[in-house]
C-alpha cells in the first residue's frame, strides 16, 4: 500500500516510517508544509535503513502530495495542526482514502501531563470534522512511544488500539498496524471511543516520569 | 495491617479481599452498610478460602465498624454512592488511616463503555472532597477486572497504578498492592492524574467486548 504520513518529519511520524520501511514492502511518503524538508528528512529514514541492511525507497513531498499519492494517510502533525492539515490536504483526498489519527492533545503543568482533548472530543473526532464526507478516519498508534518506535534496537511489545466507524478501513489500519514486527492490534469499537485510548499517553509519560527505569512505555492488555 | 473493604461485599472487594487473605496476613475487614450481610460475605470467602486450604479469618462488619478497626479504608462501593459512603464514615476515621479510591464512574451506550468521571473530576477527588483533613486518598486498583481478581486459579500479571498527593500513604498503598503475588504497582503521581488511570477501565471493558478470546483484561506498561 501507498502510505502517506503527513507531518512525517515528527518523531511519531519518523518511528513508523522507519518501521514500516523495515518490516513491509508498503510505500512510505513523507509529507511535510515545506517538501525540501519532507525529502531531506526522507533521505535521512533512508540512510538510516541502508546502514542496517534494509534496502527500501523512502519518499519525501510536500503533504498534499503526499496525499494524493497515498491511500492510507497518517495525520502525524502536532495535534493543535491536525484540522489545519486535513483541510489543506480534503481536494488531494481520494474515495478509498484512510485518514489515521495518531496524535494526542495534552497540557503538561507540575503534576505532569493531563488529557486535553479538543472541542471535537478528540484529535480523530476533530480530523473526522475536517474530512471530506465518505473519508472514514480510524485511530490508532496514539500509545506507541515515539522513542520506543524510532529506535529500531528495541524490540516492540506493544498494543495498538484501533478505533473507527467503517469495518473495512479499521480493518485495513489494524493489519498494516500488525505488519509491524512486535504490534498487536486490537479493536477499540467506534470512533466515539477514541477519548479513553488517546488519555493513556498522558499517563504513560507520568509513569515514565514517576518509575526508576521506566521510559518509553508502550501498554499491553492482557 | 487492618484493611477495611468497604461495599466489601461487591465484586471487586471480593477480589482485594481473597488476594490479600491469600497472600498476606493483613486483617480483612468486609463493610457493608448492612452488617449482616457483610458478616455472611465475609464467611462465604472464608469457606472459599478454606477449600483453598487458605487459613485466614475474614471479618464482617457495617461500613461504619469496619472503618473504625481499619487503617487501610478501601471505599469499594459503586462510584455513584462514594462520597456519602465516606461521609457516612468520617466520625470513624482516625488521624493515619488512609482512603483507598479503587472505583470508576462510566456510561454504556451501543458503541460501549465511556468514561464518565463526578463532578470533582474522578472518583478519587470526589473522595478526597468527602473526607475529612489531613485523611490522605490514594487511588489504585482501578485497573483490575474484578473477574480476573475474584478467580484464584487466574495468575495475576497487572500493573496497578497508585496516585495520590501523600507519599507516605502512597507507598503504604503501594506495598500493598505489591503484596497481591502478581501485580506490580507503579507511581502515577498526585491525585490530580487519577483521571487517566480510571479512564482506562472502560477501555479494557471495550477491548473485551470487540477482540475475540480476550476477557477481564488487565494492563502492563512496559
Known amino acids: 500500500m501507498e502510505i502517506a504520513l503527513l507531518g512525517g518529519t515528527g518523531d511519531i511520524g519518523e518511528g513508523l516510517a522507519l518501521r514500516w520501511a523495515r518490516d513491509t514492502d508498503h510505500t512510505i511518503l513523507i509529507g511535510s508544509r515545506m517538501p525540501e524538508k519532507a ?82 472530543g478528540t484529535v480523530a473526532e476533530a480530523i473526522a470534522a475536517a474530512a471530506p464526507a465518505g473519508i472514514p478516519v480510524v485511530g490508532a498508534f496514539q500509545n506507541l512511544a515515539a522513542g520506543a518506535l524510532t529506535d529500531l534496537d528495541n524490540d516492540l511489545a506493544a498494543d495498538v488500539v484501533v478505533t473507527g466507524d467503517d469495518g473495512d478501513a479499521k480493518e485495513v489500519v489494524r493489519s498494516l498496524a500488525e505488519d509491524i514486527t512486535g504490534i498487536r492490534a486490537l479493536d477499540g469499537g467506534p470512533l466515539a471511543n477514541t477519548g479513553v485510548v488517546e488519555s493513556i499517553t498522558p499517563l504513560l509519560i507520568n509513569l515514565a516520569m514517576n518509575n526508576e527505569g521506566m521510559h518509553d512505555l508502550t501498554v499491553r492488555f492482557q
Open 39 to 120: 525529502r531531506s528528512k526522507a533521505d535521512a529514514y533512508q540512510t538510516q535503513l541502508t546502514e542496517r541492511g534494509v534496502e527500501h525507497d523512502v519518499e519525501g513531498y510536500g503533504n498534499e502530495e503526499a496525499a494524493a499519492r497515498g491511500e492510507i494517510v497518517v495525520v502525524s502533525v502536532p495535534p493543535q495542526y491536525a484540522s489545519d492539515t486535513v483541510e489543506a490536504v480534503v481536494p488531494a483526498l481520494d474515495d478509498g482514502d484512510v485518514l489515521v489519527s495518531p496524535a494526542v492533545q495534552m497540557t503538561r503543568d507540575a503534576d505532569g501531563f493531563h488529557y486535553d482533548p479538543p472541542a471535537a
